[in-house]
């Protein structure tokens, strides 16, 4: 599983360091994101910029007051 989580980075670098790690991944697979708040922005910026991006299987769950867990498939 491809698994990144950036609660220990900057803000600044997260967006650029997500897309790094997605562009990785293949085609088919998931890049399994942990984030210290809801990732919606994130989402709206794969769906507008990335074709890879699949947005209608993107997953996305509270798993406690700073963890959010979402799941990026790409095409």
Same mark, same amino acid.
């Given at each position: 599983?491809?698994?990144? /989580?950036?609660?220990?980075? #900057? ?8 897309? !790094? +790690? *997605? =562009? ?11 984030? /210290?708040?809801?990732?919606? #922005? ?8 990335? !074709? +890879? *991006? =699949? ?21």
């Amino acid at each position: 599983m491809n698994r990144l /989580d950036v609660r220990d980075l #900057p803000p600044a670098e997260r967006h650029d360091t997500i897309r !790094e +790690a *997605f =562009d990785d991944i293949e085609a088919g697979e998931r890049l399994v994101l942990v984030n /210290d708040h809801d990732p919606s #922005p994130l989402f709206y910026e794969f769906q507008a910029e990335v !074709e +890879a *991006f =699949d947005a209608d299987s993107y997953r996305v769950e509270q798993r406690g007051e700073d963890e959010f867990v979402a799941e990026l498939p790409k095409q």
